[in-house]
């Protein structure tokens, strides 16, 4: 029981790797709270992990919006008497392409989600986590994108902005180490979950292909036999957000079955 009478805050909550998170907290004995923008996914998710209703609660939340982020840091506060951990998976990342072809008011538009939606939540978030007399911890969700840029699909300004989280979290660990706040950054690499499942059956469409030989090319770049999985990804994050990690803050973990090793 990893997280044992903990209060997580969770964004990013949808069919994918928030769910995960907020399913593996609630599993671990935690409570969660979860933010995301579509109140109908966030009921269903909150149904399925918890069908009780004791262990979550749930407000529709755009962490582009500090006074929203500051409601849902506050129902934490006000429905379980504090924050323990945050683990920050909200992001924008369906806008494709490179410098080229770059429309910077889109560019713009992803690092205010991704870059500063991620500070604003965890500013929100800060004097609930500073009044914890074991500390806190911030886990923010990077990619691998932003150290090592794939050749299948170009996201420029999506890995700029997690490059630019990962570079803000060095930062966050220092100023909060007093605090004994721990501040970490998971970077996941092809993710098995709802968008690289759909990425493999739009290339095996293109290709005329079945899905299976498309998911195996992803397959052979990895040290391991297949590819990491969101679930994979939310274990580590949990992992970051538990006192298991009490001694790790500033570091930046690799989930990508060993396809980029440093």
């Given at each position: ?187 996941p690499g092809w993710m098995w979950g709802p968008p690289v499942r759909s990425f493999v ?62």
């Amino acid at each position: 029981m990893l997280l044992n009478g903990k209060t997580v805050v969770v964004t990013g909550v949808g069919a994918g790797l928030g769910q995960r998170v907020a399913a593996a907290v609630v599993r671990d004995g935690g409570r969660a709270v979860l933010g995301a923008r579509t109140a109908e996914r966030l009921a269903k998710t909150a149904a399925e992990i918890d069908p009780a209703g004791t262990s979550t609660a749930w407000l529709p939340t755009d962490i582009a919006d500090g006074a929203q982020c500051e409601a849902l840091a506050a129902l934490a506060q006000e429905r379980f008497g504090g924050i323990d951990a945050v683990v920050q998976v909200a992001a924008l990342d369906d806008y494709f392409g490179g410098l080229e072809d770059a429309d910077f008011a889109v560019w713009q538009r992803v690092l205010d989600v991704n870059l500063l939606g991620s500070l604003r939540l965890a500013q929100a978030c800060l004097p609930a986590l500073k009044r914890q007399e074991r500390g806190g911890s911030v886990v923010f969700i990077g990619t691998q994108s932003a150290v090592a840029a794939p050749s299948q699909v170009r996201q420029a300004a999506y890995a700029a902005s997690k490059g630019a989280l990962t570079s803000a979290m060095y930062s966050l660990a220092r100023e909060l180490g007093p605090y004994r706040i721990r501040v970490n950054t998971v970077l996941p690499g092809w993710m098995w979950g709802p968008p690289v499942r759909s990425f493999v059956a739009l290339t095996a469409r293109a290709e005329g292909v079945g899905e299976d030989e498309v998911l195996a090319r992803l397959a052979r770049r990895m040290a391991l036999p297949e590819l990491a999985t969101d679930g994979d990804v939310a274990e580590a994050a949990v992992f970051l957000a538990s006192d298991r990690a009490r001694a790790i803050t500033g570091q930046s973990l690799l989930v990508n079955a060993g396809e980029l090793m440093r």
